[in-house]
């Protein structure tokens, strides 16, 4: 809602919102007449989702008030003066995102984004918005919620069990305020200590102060049934039963059973039940190794496996704890099915985890913020010493163990992982680049897998980013290049036929050749059976190291480069039209193209 000083304001903010509408009390060309603001809210205020108001703040709150029913409903309202130098959030600042919207919309005008909620200014924990940010969820009411967050917004002690690992949990530690002390078990907390407790987990507590339960998506339901079971009242019953055994049924994070039940009523009934659970099926040569707790003979004989609730919660978890056996349920006659429960391997406390990150291509301020992050946590370092500069690791934290696998054998590698996994650490493994490209991971991962140890990857920059960068750039150039190849030439790996440099070339695509400055002459060969002699070319030694250096010239010139430069390791050779070039023109800023110019 505007008026004619701030159309111009509006326009702008239209065009960085996106699908918005600019209602007026004028007509003007592009926006929607209403007859005032006050009969504007009483037409659209249900069925907003944000509202931009575009004047004096009074006017806004005066024709507000009597729509507003709480936080939790009511729409995103921020108010703007007419010059962009304020923008105020006026309506559910947090739970309905105006404070984020207000200072995106300030940015745009180097205004100042009028935030007043204690929680922001405090820096404390907007708790009634940890549910979005993590995925978690909650069974609090709107009032109980203000209730807690009156306690702990007045610093009152407040205890933390945090009884999972994942991204929320470890963000609550980083940032864990003066009146709260952490627990990892229920069992330690001194109650009489504490005005409040929070707790992050699958389990229900039955605390005797007030208490904030959010509960992640960590838990695998695992279940099996008789053949054609009536599903009536089984996904409540087995409800029932996880809270009976101290589980909450919202931190149900997947459905998994045996592809014989795959089209069973009583699963299709959970995931209605569930909706933001995963269907997870597995065929029983998946499960058939899996050992259960609690095997069934009859189970074995209609399935093919010892037993299809255990087996599959189980897999599913990734081999987590079962932290609910097989349970045996019989509602009346055609209605037998079993159902067990585990917590996903990777959210258990003192569970241990490799992170497997990428470096970047040398310089320590080009790697991720969460490769980063992770280096500062990790407790065990294992960096690719050749060719990962020491600096990168100099944020570990203290007591750290820090170590370069140059001249460790993989045994040796994987070996000092484990010690340190079986502890319960978390490792971090650092390659150069971006693992995935001739990081050598995959031997790792085997081990991984065999060891049954838990890991995932985090990508970094990788060098031919940092070349396109050092070049100044666009390895895709419209109507001439748009592919980009990642290769290596032939030396003691081999290269699949159709893969050989003679034949990739053809394509007279942007080449980036890795691993092969020592093969220069045998590279620049093939290459020059497709390649023009004066196509240009870069010889890319060390990329973003403080001795990085970069040759440029022609390809047929390029062995001279590699051999009178003495450049053979973390040296990248590139080939092709697009290094330098500046002669394409992309549609992208063509201005009849709606992508990036909006009317």
Known sequence: MVSEAGLPLARLYRQELGQATIFASHEWVDCKKVDSFGTFLDAYFGALERLVFVGALGICVRHLASHLTDKYHDPAVVCADTAGHYVVPVVSGHVGGANDLARRLAALTGGVAAITTQSDNEELWALDTLTREWGWKTEETPASMNQKIFLFMNRKPTALLLEVNDEGTVALKRSLPAHVRLFTRYEEIPFDQYALLITVGPWIHEAPIPTLAYYPSVLTLGMGCRKDCDPEGVSEAIDQALRAKGLSPLSIRRISTIELKQDEALLKDLLERHPDAERTIYT?????????????????????????????????????????????????????????????????????????????????????????????????????????????????????????????????????????????????????????????????????????????????????????????????????????????????????????????????????????????????????????????????HKLTWPGERVFRGELKDLTRLVRENKVTLTTLLVVGDSIGNRQGLSRLYAHDFKHLFRP
């Open 284 to 540: 029983s040569e998946v499960l058939k190794d899996i050992e259960v707790p609690n095997p069934s003979e009859k189970a074995l004989e209609v399935t093919g496996i010892p037993g299809v609730a255990e087996a599959c919660a189980l897999k599913a978890s990734d081999g987590g704890p079962l932290l609910l056996e097989k349970q045996k349920g019989s509602l009346r006659a055609g209605a037998q099915f079993t159902f067990a429960v585990a917590m996903d391997r990777r959210a258990c406390p003192g569970q241990g985890y490799i992170k497997i990150v990428g470096a970047g291509p040398g310089d320590p301020e080009l790697i991720t913020v969460r490769g980063r992050r992770l280096l500062e946590e990790a407790d065990l370092i294992l960096y690719a010493g050749s060719l990962v500069p020491r600096e990168l690791t100099l944020c570990a934290k203290p007591g750290a163990v820090v170590r370069s696998s140059a001249g460790m054998t993989l045994e040796e590698q994987v070996d000092l992982m484990k010690r340190y996994y079986d502890q319960g650490a978390l490792v971090v493994r650092l390659h150069t680049g971006d693992p995935c490209i001739y990081g050598a991971i995959e031997e790792q991962m085997a081990l991984f897998d065999r060891y049954g140890m838990a890991y995932d990857i985090t990508p970094g920059v990788s060098a031919f980013q940092a070349a396109a960068a050092a070049l100044r750039s666009q390895f895709t150039i419209p109507e001439k290049v748009q592919t980009i190849i990642l290769t290596r030439g032939e030396g003691r790996t081999p290269v699949p036929e159709r893969e050989r440099l003679h034949r990739l070339a053809q394509s007279r695509s942007t080449m980036c050749i890795y691993l092969s400055a020592d093969l220069v002459e045998k590279v620049q060969e093939e290459l020059l059976q497709a390649y023009p002699p004066e196509t240009p070319v870069a010889v890319c």
